[in-house]
């Protein structure tokens, strides 16, 4: 997740690993809070691009850590609920290889 005051829309879409394949949602902090959710500033000291936020509930599992059941869970849940929020929200869509527009 990317704070939108540090660069547009397409120049998101633009980085990353695979360049131009990336869907591009529109989110307030207030509607993720609402989910019960907490947005944190991330505390890299250089990450790969500024203006980077971490939502700290939604996270993969440590190496060789355990989780339980409930835990899993309540965060595939929580990641279906910022999914449907971001399905509303959609800002870039990526062209298909197929368009040459």
Do not use: C, N, W
Not at 18 to 32: E, H, M, N
């Amino acid at each position: 997740m990317y704070r939108e005051d540090f660069f547009s829309v397409s120049e998101l879409a633009m980085s990353g690993m695979k360049p131009g394949t990336y869907f591009v949602a529109r989110l307030k902090v207030s509607d993720i809070l609402a989910l019960g959710l907490s947005v944190l500033e991330d505390g890299k000291p250089e990450p790969e691009l500024p203006g980077h936020a971490l939502i700290p509930e939604i996270r993969r599992p440590r190496s060789g850590e355990v989780v339980g059941i409930e835990e899993k869970q309540k965060m595939k849940d929580l990641q279906g609920d910022l999914s449907d929020l971001a399905a509303k929200r959609i800002v870039h869509i990526p062209k298909s290889p197929s368009d040459t527009s």
